[in-house]
Structures are given as C-alpha cells and as structure tokens.
C-alpha cells in the first residue's frame, strides 16, 4: 500500500495507473473505518484494478454546533485495516491541502438536500458534495463507492454526477449491520452499553416498516406509525424524523410500492444516528 498526502503525489500516481491502463476505483471516508468501509474495498477490488481510499474529515460538512472536534480518527488502526484488504493508495491530506487559504467555491446541492438530513444539518450537503467533487477531480476514478447508510448523500452525489457530467460510475453498497441489525458507523463509538441497547430500536423499526411492506401495508402513515410504535420500548431514542419516500427524488409518498425508502435519524444519548432500508428488500 502506498500513503500519499499530497496534491502532487497523488496526481503523479494517477497518471502512471491511466498509462498502465488501469481502471481506477475510488472509496471516500472519514476514517475511524469498520466493516461498512471495508465492504466498500471489496466492492471496489471486484469493480476496479486499483483501489484509492481518502481518508479525510472534512470540516466543512460539520455545522458549528456538530461533533468536528469529538469525531473519532484513529489513523495508525486505520492503516492497518486497509493494508489487510490491500487498498493500492492511501490518499490522508490535510486541511490545509484541501482547503488552501482564500478557498470559498463550493457546490451547492439543490432541492433533494432542502429535506431529511438537510433540516437538520444545514449546510452539510454543500460541504460533502464539495469534497466528494475534489476528489473525483484528484483521482479521476472510474467507479466511486458509498453506503447506503447515508442514503441521501449517495442520491445527492449520484444527482451531482449527473447534472454535472462527471465520468465516473457511482456504485452504492448496503449497509453493513452488528449481529443484532444496529447499522455499522463510526459514531457507534460514541454509544454507552446501554446507549447501544437503546440504538437497536432504529433497524428494530426499519424491521418492522420492511415486514409490514411484506404483508401488504401500503399506507406510508401507517407504515410511520408502525415504527414509531416499536420505537416506544425504546425511551433512550430521540427521533429526528421519519421519511417515507421515492428512492430517487426523496420526495414523501403517501402510499408505499417498491421503489419506497424508509429512512430514520434520531439521537441516542448524545449521538446522532441515522438509518434506511428499501422496504422492498428489508434489512
């Protein structure tokens, strides 16, 4: 594996894999990996010749009152975690190399961002969209891979791939799960053991949305009222919001069919999660 820091670096690695006909495949995080980034690598090695991993915590998707400061890094774990899955370049830049001085051009997401996670962290896509901009412009990758945890900006960056002709393929891999359905994120860290009891309420919920589906309920009401029924055993879970909506645009739906996304953000303690499931596949 190599570990670039660079602009320069990284470009000059680049060139040399397009000359040697490589097909470059890219995996954008913020570190503090799990098995939901590695899932990604695989992903990536089976879609790509040479795999890219950025780690970088971007602050410009964090709002003032958000955990940028607390967030959880741990590089030197991080470094063996992707040499073990054989990443090819490890691309770790700096604030200061992503965000020169007098940097203030940033990309700015449109409607599907005005709902869901974009009430309540304004400004967040904006900055997610910009970086993930930067580094298709760095990397030049052939195929880029996200979870599909974070839902909305994998349908935010699939929309800026589009409306901005980038030329590169976005693949989007399911979330990755603890045995007990508590979706992998790098903020599970943060929970308490009894926190994490409590958190099992969000795939508990999306659980019972999906088999509800299943059994013929179509009633995006009463599939929310479902959810908010088993959320009640848990006290400890603060919900945020609800959605019920396309998959494609995130518009609400009033009646569910099989291009519905159910999608949960709550807090559990003082950690923010957030989860979905596409009620015609479940969990």
Same mark, same amino acid.
Do not use: C
């Given at each position: 594996?190599i570990?670039?820091?660079t602009?320069? &670096?990284?470009?000059?690695?680049?060139?040399?894999? #397009?000359?040697r006909?490589?097909r470059?495949?890219? !995996?954008?995080?913020?570190?503090?990996?799990h &098995?939901?980034h590695l899932a990604?690598?695989?992903?990536?090695?089976a879609?790509?010749?040479?795999?890219?991993?950025?780690i970088f915590v971007?602050p410009?998707q *964090?709002?003032?009152?958000?955990d940028?400061s #607390?967030y959880?890094r741990?590089l030197a774990?991080d470094?063996?975690?992707?040499a073990?899955?054989?990443?090819d370049?490890? *691309?770790?830049?700096s604030?200061e190399?992503?965000?020169?001085a007098g940097?203030?051009?940033?990309v700015?997401?449109? #409607?599907?961002?005005?709902?869901?996670e974009?009430?309540f962290?304004?400004?967040?896509?904006?900055? !997610?969209?910009?970086? !993930?901009a930067?580094l298709?412009?760095?990397?030049?990758?052939?195929?880029?891979? *996200?979870g599909q945890?974070d839902?909305q900006q994998a349908?935010l960056?699939r929309?800026? !791939?589009?409306d901005?002709?980038?030329?590169?393929?976005i &693949?989007v891999v399911r979330t990755v799960? &603890?045995r007990?359905?508590?979706a992998?994120s790098?903020r599970?860290?943060f929970l308490?053991p009894?926190?994490?009891?409590?958190?099992?309420?969000?795939?508990?919920?999306?659980?019972?949305a999906?088999?509800?589906?299943a059994?013929?309920e179509?009633?995006a009401?009463?599939?929310e009222?479902?959810m908010r029924?088993?959320?009640?055993?848990?006290p400890?879970?603060?919900?945020?919001?609800?959605a019920v909506?396309?998959?494609?645009t995130?518009?609400?739906?009033?009646?569910?069919?099989?291009?519905?996304v159910v999608l949960?953000?709550?807090?559990?303690?003082l950690?923010?999660?957030i989860?979905n499931v596409?009620?015609?596949?479940g969990?």
């Amino acid at each position: 594996m190599i570990e670039l820091a660079t602009i320069p &670096e990284l470009r000059e690695w680049v060139r040399a894999a #397009r000359a040697r006909g490589l097909r470059i495949g890219l !995996v954008p995080t913020m570190g503090a990996l799990h &098995e939901g980034h590695l899932a990604l690598v695989d992903a990536a090695h089976a879609g790509s010749d040479a795999v890219v991993m950025s780690i970088f915590v971007n602050p410009t998707q *964090f709002g003032p009152h958000e955990d940028l400061s #607390r967030y959880p890094r741990d590089l030197a774990r991080d470094r063996t975690l992707v040499a073990a899955r054989a990443v090819d370049v490890l *691309f770790v830049p700096s604030v200061e190399t992503m965000y020169p001085a007098g940097a203030e051009v940033r990309v700015m997401p449109g #409607r599907v961002a005005t709902r869901w996670e974009g009430e309540f962290r304004p400004g967040h896509f904006a900055g !997610v969209l910009t970086i !993930v901009a930067k580094l298709f412009h760095l990397v030049a990758p052939d195929k880029a891979w *996200f979870g599909q945890k974070d839902f909305q900006q994998a349908t935010l960056i699939r929309q800026m !791939v589009r409306d901005l002709d980038f030329p590169v393929d976005i &693949e989007v891999v399911r979330t990755v799960r &603890e045995r007990g359905g508590l979706a992998l994120s790098s903020r599970n860290a943060f929970l308490s053991p009894a926190d994490r009891e409590q958190a099992l309420g969000l795939s508990r919920a999306l659980a019972a949305a999906a088999a509800a589906f299943a059994s013929g309920e179509r009633g995006a009401a009463a599939l929310e009222r479902i959810m908010r029924g088993g959320l009640a055993v848990h006290p400890g879970v603060e919900v945020e919001y609800i959605a019920v909506a396309d998959q494609r645009t995130l518009e609400p739906v009033s009646s569910a069919d099989e291009d519905t996304v159910v999608l949960i953000a709550a807090r559990v303690g003082l950690t923010r999660l957030i989860d979905n499931v596409i009620l015609s596949e479940g969990l």
